[in-house]
């Protein structure tokens, strides 16, 4: 039986990632006349790709600056990477900004293309592999094979495949786990097919769903029936963890629908517009990021203007974490430990990213000592602390309720938690 992972493409403009995918599936992931006019990605495209043991669904992603919310976007719930760089251009600001996110999203497994190497010299080819070691030291992709590729004469397309394979192998491991969960999945595009109706494409995130279940879209709790499901273009009666999927939805317009929102099994996520995170400020992030700042907010597929407040301090300096809270404009669904990604409003930069740590938060003024104390119990390796960390900040998916005293309290009276997957 195959083992379903999505590989997601990142790199600068013009440095073929869609032509690269194209030579490996047969596939051109630019479906949009502008796009086939430019000669440029604008939005996400997809294609399969069977390695034997393994099959890739592979998410293709813009590269342009203008087009990285469209990446964000598409990195949601990939298992592994394929960093592509120009041997002819190097390294570029977008080979840059993609990794960071790549970095921030918690991607562990991946693989480094040098494409156009029939349009430089071994001697430059060289050079430039050294550079993408310099920016990838430190990274998930420090280890990564480099592999030297042409789509013009297909150097290196088997030692890529072959690449590829083994990163799966390592990603395999990781995203396993994430099967056993309810069903979640983040959508990307939504339309209508005449005699059909509402249907949704989007990476599954976790667990599985099956034709005739019932959903519920969010945020908004509407309640929805899977119609018909396929996979890469293929009728099928299952959809699960690690494939792309689009679903025939009853109960539901088409115009109700936005890129942002979620299919979840019920009881699963509580929409909220205020999350309690950890948060990471990139070292190059060019000032502090400040108390009450707008910033762009992007979890999953969704894109939310909110309000930085750091907690314990007025301000975070770059290459510092630290607790906040986010106050968002309009309400999104998130789990424990989820990552995201914060982004300047203007102009947009790419500036910061952590994890979600209390999803359905209440509002913290001024927290004290003892408050942060209980925070940095929902980052504990032990799973126990952290699920009493958990019921104490009202984890969304566990429903709300009521707080339940001091954290501390709790555990020095011995209660007892009721065990919750927080992985």
């Not at 195959?2 to 479906?31: M, P, V, Y």
């Not at 430059?124 to 480099?146: H, K, N, S």
């Not at 969704?302 to 968002?328: I, M, N, R, W, Y």
């Not at 602390?385 to 309720?401: E, H, M």
Request: net charge neutral; proline share 5%.
């Amino acid at each position: 039986m195959k083992i379903d992972l999505i590989l997601g493409t990142a790199g600068h403009i013009d440095h073929g990632k869609t032509t690269l995918i194209r030579s490996l599936t047969g596939t051109d992931t630019d479906r949009l006349p502008e796009e086939k006019r430019r000669g440029i990605t604008i939005e996400l495209g997809f294609a399969e790709l069977d390695l034997g043991d393994y099959r890739l669904g592979i998410v293709d992603v813009p590269g342009h600056e203008r087009f990285v919310r469209q990446m964000l976007a598409g990195a949601t719930g990939i298992d592994l990477a394929l960093l592509v760089v120009a041997a002819d251009d190097s390294v570029k600001p977008q080979t840059r900004e993609h990794l960071d996110v790549l970095r921030l999203l918690d991607i562990q497994a991946g693989v480094i293309a040098l494409t156009k190497v029939d349009m430089a010299d071994s001697g430059w080819i060289d050079l430039v592999e050294d550079e993408v070691r310099e920016l990838v030291r430190g990274t998930f992709l420090e280890r990564a094979p480099i592999v030297r590729t042409s789509a013009v004469t297909g150097q290196g397309m088997d030692e890529l495949r072959g690449a590829l394979h083994a990163a799966a192998a390592a990603a395999h491991e990781r995203s396993a786990q994430r099967l056993k969960a309810p069903f979640r999945m983040a959508i990307d595009r939504s339309f209508t097919v005449a005699g059909h109706g509402t249907v949704v494409t989007g990476s599954v995130a976790t667990g599985s769903v099956q034709v005739g279940d019932s959903l519920l879209l969010e945020p908004g709790e509407i309640e929805v029936r899977v119609r018909g499901l396929h996979n890469h273009d293929r009728p099928v009666e299952r959809v699960q963890r690690g494939q792309r999927a689009a679903i025939n939805l009853a109960g539901v317009r088409h115009e109700q629908i936005v890129r942002g929102h979620e299919l979840a099994a019920r009881g699963h996520l509580q929409p909220s517009r205020l999350l309690t995170v950890y948060l990471d400020v990139l070292p190059e992030t060019p000032r502090p990021l400040k108390r009450r700042e707008r910033i762009r907010f992007h979890a999953g597929t969704a894109e939310v203007l909110a309000t930085l407040v750091p907690l314990g301090c007025d301000q975070l300096e770059p290459g510092k974490s630290g607790f906040a809270q986010l106050h968002l404009q309009s309400p999104v669904v998130t789990t424990w430990n989820q990552p995201f990604v914060l982004r300047t409003e203007s102009p947009v930069a790419t500036v910061a990213g952590g994890h979600v740590m209390v999803p359905a938060a209440r509002k913290l003024r001024r927290p004290n000592a003892e408050t942060l104390q209980d925070l940095a119990a929902l980052r504990a390796d032990e799973p126990t602390t952290r699920a009493a960390a958990a019921v104490y900040f009202r984890r969304a998916a566990l429903g709300p309720s009521q707080p339940i005293g001091s954290l501390g309290r709790c555990r020095r009276a011995g209660r007892r938690v009721a065990a919750v997957d927080l992985e």
